[in-house]
């Protein structure tokens, strides 16, 4: 068992996850060099920018992000996304396990839009990232714009 449904782990996303909390991400790490056991390494109310400030880049990790943003001036949206980040200093061995145990975490958290497979702290920009949310949402009441 890799840990992934940790209670804390578990507390965090709903955390994530509640309109009421103002956490709005939550990142997995593995407890050790080796093995697959998983952790809650840390939550944030920074958002996108915050959460890729914490990234190691001698790691693997999983975060779950909550995304808001504006439709038009009458509406917002609130997406999720996943993250999957495989820094660039990361074992070669832990990067080879990581669509097996991304499985893991996926069952967990299970409810985003979007999965964001990043390698780069720039692969997290948040204008991006909205535009992938709104193409994976249907309805772009911006007529494609960012």
Known sequence: MSGADAP????AYDAVRSDKDATNWLL???AAPTGNQLVLSKTGTGGLAELAAEL????VQYAYVRVEYANDAESKRVKFCLVVW???HTKVMRKARVSIE???VKKVL????VQVDAGERRDLDEGEIIK???KAGG???NGGRG
């Open 56 to 59: 190691d880049d001698s790691q």
């Open 28 to 30: 997995i790490s593995y």
């Open 139 to 141: 309805a772009d009441y």
């Open 86 to 88: 495989i820094g660039e």
């Open 8 to 11: 804390e782990i578990l507390a």
């Open 102 to 104: 991304a499985g893991a």
């Open 132 to 134: 992938r949310l709104r």
């Open 110 to 113: 299970a409810h985003y839009s």
